[in-house]
């Protein structure tokens, strides 16, 4: 058995933890391979989850383990400010083919956040670039998840995630968010009711005016407030809305990118191309933590432009570990695998099983919703009274404690396996979801 060394709990500081829960009732992961964790007991628990929406090609994989193993004796570390290292310009070349468009212009930083506080900052250089310097405003949605910086949170829109830190970027607003489950209650795929929802930014520019708005960031699939599934024709709407004002959309992919819908990008596979996708956790298989902001090529060439005429820094932003060399080692063996084993093909070939088996679900005890796309499932439990979220936190107690790792998310719990999961193993987690509602009050 795996027996960690004597540990004293109390001083890591955990994030979006019950830490004196936690502290008191431990739960703790020791090793992983392909579809499964091994605590330091030695049970195994299988990934429902990719890690945290994640390792896409599955855990400790060799090719990507030998990569970084390499590379650290290599080259261990290299600046990217006023310098470069081969492997940054080769992953940004890969990262960039992968796009839709002319996305081809990739900012690396180390974190999905991180991703989009650079993408928010891009947003304000280009409008002030090309003379349009009252584009101040960002708007963001609520119920979205932007990470945790104050750009992240201040056009974030799920409130115990903002209300603690102030009032964030000036002059950030919100659209509604996209959840009806009074008309979308168990719909598999996309919604057919919601596209109108797209217009509340027609009474946003009516209310700030167009020439105060800078960028318009949304999840194409928001994942972490509890897999809220774009409906039909909303994003299509939002592009056109932005286009005729002149606003820059983003589409924040930190989770549905690198095949988690079924292809490279949700861009690619819901048909919409927006300005800017930020990009961050499968883009390593999370071995190594990076982020990138992958961005039109016209964005880049007007920001850089601007300063044609004096040479010098065009932007000042960027991180001490932008396109790190452990990280790019561990992106492009994470890309060759991904190519080399068709996992964004596999995972498009997988949806039919998968969704025919967490529709399974909407007759267990407790569930009142069941939504899916790509390979992403959420299902929706009823609140106890007067203790919203419990349900479900004994659910993920329940599951991890019998060898199955879920997400939950208020009362939602969120699946989104590993790309290389077998059909066998669909199975096992619904299974275990319903007999562990079962025993759930």
């Not at 027996?3 to 992961?29: E, S």
């Not at 996305?103 to 956040?113: K, M, T, Y």
């Not at 891009?122 to 998840?145: F, K, N, P, V, W």
Request: one cysteine or more; aromatic letters at 6%.
């Amino acid at each position: 058995m795996l027996q960690p060394p004597p540990n004293d709990l109390d001083g890591f500081w955990m994030p979006f933890t019950d830490n004196r829960y936690f502290k008191a009732n431990p739960r703790l992961l020791a090793a992983a391979k392909g579809m499964y964790y091994q605590t330091p007991e030695g049970r195994t628990i299988l990934d429902g989850t990719a890690g945290l929406w994640c390792v896409n090609a599955g855990h400790s994989r060799d090719s990507i383990v030998e990569a970084i193993r390499e590379q650290a004796g290599k080259l261990d570390f290299a600046p990217t400010f006023q310098l470069g290292h081969p492997l940054a310009f080769q992953v940004a070349a890969r990262v960039g083919a992968l796009m839709p468009g002319d996305l081809d212009r990739v900012f690396f930083a180390n974190s999905g956040s991180e991703a989009v506080d650079t993408a928010l900052k891009i947003a304000l250089a280009y409008h002030r670039a090309r003379g349009q310097g009252s584009r101040t405003r960002l708007i963001g949605r609520e119920r979205g998840y932007h990470g945790v910086g104050f750009g992240g949170i201040s056009v974030g829109g799920i409130g115990t995630n903002r209300r603690v830190f102030g009032p964030g970027l000036p002059g950030a607003d919100h659209l509604p968010h996209t959840h009806d489950p009074a008309r979308n209650a168990f719909t598999r795929g996309q919604p057919l009711h919601g596209a109108h929802l797209a217009d509340a930014l027609e009474g946003l520019v009516a209310l700030h005016g167009a020439d105060t708005i800078a960028a318009v960031i949304v999840e194409p699939m928001a994942g972490s407030t509890g897999v809220l599934v774009p409906p039909l024709g909303y994003l299509e709407r939002l592009r056109e809305i932005c286009d005729r004002h002149g606003i820059l959309l983003i589409f924040d992919e930190v989770i549905t990118g690198f095949g988690r819908l079924g292809a490279a990008t949700a861009s690619e596979r819901l048909g919409v191309t927006p300005d800017m996708i930020t990009l961050a956790k499968g883009i390593t298989n999370a071995a190594v933590p990076m982020g990138a902001v992958a961005c039109r090529r016209g964005l880049y060439d007007t920001v850089t432009g601007a300063m044609a005429e004096a040479a010098g820094i065009e932007m000042f932003h960027g991180y001490t570990y932008s396109a790190h060399p452990l990280a790019c080692a561990a992106a492009l063996a994470t890309l060759d695998l991904y190519r080399d084993e068709a996992l964004f093909e596999r995972a498009r070939s997988l949806e039919g099983r998968w969704e025919a088996a967490v529709h399974d679900l909407a007759g267990a005890r407790h569930v009142i919703d069941v939504r899916n796309l790509g390979l992403v499932a959420g299902i929706e439990l009823t609140p106890r009274p007067g203790a919203p979220g419990a349900r479900a936190q004994d659910l993920f107690r329940r599951l991890f404690d019998t060898g199955l790792l879920v997400r939950a998310t208020a009362d939602i719990i969120a699946l989104s396996p590993p790309l290389i999961v077998e059909e066998e193993q669909i199975d096992t987690m619904v299974r275990q979801i319903a007999a562990a509602l079962d025993r759930i009050e």
